[in-house]
């Protein structure tokens, strides 16, 4: 049985679950949820907006969307980032492999610090409110001590920071 038929029903107006890592084969997975009191057109509108990514990440990652305007958000956009990790200044490109308004959208990393990113974001309608789910699935450079000894921490740290920064955005009515 996989991690995510193990993930408990979240509560209304339960605003996160917190960050977490699984390993599942030769992956390591991220997981982050977020109930929002917003209909789920908007929250995904917000979220499938690449410029609102600027708004999420911790300061000192000094993210940045480099793509220019306007992004058309569809199967194929690539979308080119700048940011710091452990001050150390990366470029990073994504591409969007799935597009289904308003449910869900994915972005694969193309060239970036990972073996592998892979990021679905699903959107759940439910009624009143939106769940909104990560699920990251990622290899890195380096293996299982490199991943324990930097990536687990600043991933998580990176993704409380962002939980924090969206409640505020997005407060409980």
Known sequence: MKYADNLPRLAPAVAELAPLITREGGEYILWCRARFPWSRDAVFRFFSDARNLEQIPPPWLQFKVLTEDPIQMQVGALIDY??????????????????????????????????????????????????????????????????????KRDLLRIFRYRSHVLGEMFPKS
């Open 82 to 151: 700048r940011l710091k990790i452990r001050g150390v200044p990366l470029k990073w490109r994504t591409v969007i492999t799935q597009w289904q308004p308003p449910k869900k959208f994915e972005d694969s990393q193309l060239r970036g610090p990972y073996r592998q990113w892979i990021h679905e974001h699903a959107f759940i309608d439910e009624g009143g409110s939106t769940l909104m789910q990560d699920k990251i699935r990622y290899k890195v450079l380096g293996g299982a001590p490199v991943h324990w000894l930097l990536v």
